[in-house]
């Protein structure tokens, strides 16, 4: 009787629906604390913070090997635990062997554990492109992909696309969202493996603004809204 009680509340929790971020960690983050030059990564990185990771590769085509930084602070007394801030900085190789910051995004990342018990993060650079992909969530998880690239008219770092996916990690359901800021255009797509007289794959095209924001702006929080 009893073994039958534990399977039974074994089943009911594995198919309950979880929340699949936390709430991102409020930022307060001042970016005049992070140097504008330096002769090295490190040179870039306040006291109370470390680098992550760095990545490096080609961003304006000058062939000089760019880099993007991922910072998050150690400074306990700064955050709730488990709520450390992360930060983007991106630099550019200058002539002179200097590197310069030409973007600070403190919204973009999640915060240490604030896309729950699958957070994690990976940056890379290909073809000139960055990209920043984030997972969170348990059972009901989201992934996310942002491209950024350097608008030569402005040197700003801008968002080119953007991909999302929210799936569930038990039934294999999921929703596919893929937006192209520079043509204009978003599609999505639904999948449903073990329905597929109901729904099976279904996909869909709209028109969006070509609107290219600069890395600063963009939020990780405000998808899903």
Do not use: Y
Request: charged share 20%.
């Amino acid at each position: 009787m009893n073994r039958a009680i534990l399977s039974l509340a074994v089943a009911m929790f594995s198919c309950a629906p979880v929340i699949p971020a936390l709430a991102q960690a409020p930022r307060q983050i001042n970016p005049t604390e992070f140097p504008a030059q330096g002769t090295s990564a490190q040179a870039f990185v306040p006291k109370g913070w470390k680098i992550e990771t760095k990545v490096e590769g080609d961003l304006n085509g000058d062939r000089k090997s760019d880099a993007v930084l991922q910072l998050i602070q150690t400074d306990a007394a700064a955050f709730e635990p488990g709520r450390a801030p992360r930060v983007l900085l991106v630099l550019q190789k200058q002539s002179n062997g200097q590197w310069q910051r030409v973007s600070f995004a403190p919204r973009l990342l999640l915060c240490e554990k604030c896309g729950g018990m699958l957070t994690s993060i990976q940056t890379k650079i290909e073809n000139g492109v960055i990209l920043v992909d984030q997972l969170q969530g348990s059972r009901d998880a989201m992934q996310t992909l942002h491209r950024f690239w350097i608008d030569k008219a402005t040197n700003r770092i801008v968002l080119i696309g953007l991909d999302v996916r929210s799936f569930d990690r038990l039934t294999g359901d999921e929703t596919i969202e893929s937006s192209n800021f520079l043509t204009g255009e978003k599609t999505t797509e639904q999948k449903r493996p073990n329905q597929p007289s109901k729904i099976g794959s279904a996909l869909r095209a709209v028109r969006i603004p070509k609107v290219t924001p600069p890395i600063e702006t963009v939020d990780i929080a405000a998808i899903g809204r």
